[in-house]
């Protein structure tokens, strides 16, 4: 059965934004990622009436955990039904300003990312290896779809 609601909130469309704000600056990107996956499937499972299930409790095991830290203040500004975030602060954030640095300092030394750099580009330096093989050259120009045509 189907009922019709209200689903204006801006009480809660100025939460929302504020938690965001302070996921985006205590959680690691992929944590933050995976989390915007399992609400999408937390929502899911609710709206399908699945609130008793393991797969629900275990999804809110997760996001219990995720959220240890996420804690601290929020500067919002609210115009013409828009919230936007103005300022954000707090003692779990992991951006630090004094890690923060293109310069040598004792935190991050910048010849480690190259390490990196070469580890996330092997599988398209793969690719273009095979590409090479078969005969095939990278090409940089729009791409030409006229062999995917039908008769």
């Given at each position: 059965m189907k009922s019709r609601g209200v689903y204006e909130t801006p009480g809660g469309t100025i939460l929302y934004t504020a938690h965001q704000a302070l996921e985006s600056l205590c959680l690691d990107r992929d944590t933050l990622h995976y989390k915007d996956v399992v609400a999408q499937r937390?929502?899911?499972l609710v709206y399908f009436g699945k609130w008793f299930t393991p797969l629900r409790e275990a999804m809110s095991d997760f996001v219990?955990?995720?959220?240890?830290?996420?804690?601290g203040q929020v500067r919002l500004k609210l115009y013409k039904g828009h919230c936007s975030v103005v300022g954000r602060k707090s003692p779990y954030s992991l951006?630090?300003?004094?890690f923060a640095t293109f310069g040598h300092d004792d935190v991050y030394d910048q010849s480690d990312a190259k390490g990196f750099i070469n580890l996330f580009g092997l599988p398209?330096?793969?690719?273009?290896?095979?590409?090479?093989?078969?005969?095939?050259t990278a090409d940089l120009a729009a791409p030409d779809y006229t062999e995917f045509k039908r008769d």
């Amino acid at each position: 059965m189907k009922s019709r609601g209200v689903y204006e909130t801006p009480g809660g469309t100025i939460l929302y934004t504020a938690h965001q704000a302070l996921e985006s600056l205590c959680l690691d990107r992929d944590t933050l990622h995976y989390k915007d996956v399992v609400a999408q499937r937390f929502a899911e499972l609710v709206y399908f009436g699945k609130w008793f299930t393991p797969l629900r409790e275990a999804m809110s095991d997760f996001v219990t955990r995720t959220q240890k830290q996420v804690t601290g203040q929020v500067r919002l500004k609210l115009y013409k039904g828009h919230c936007s975030v103005v300022g954000r602060k707090s003692p779990y954030s992991l951006y630090r300003e004094d890690f923060a640095t293109f310069g040598h300092d004792d935190v991050y030394d910048q010849s480690d990312a190259k390490g990196f750099i070469n580890l996330f580009g092997l599988p398209l330096k793969v690719r273009a290896l095979i590409d090479m093989q078969n005969g095939r050259t990278a090409d940089l120009a729009a791409p030409d779809y006229t062999e995917f045509k039908r008769d």
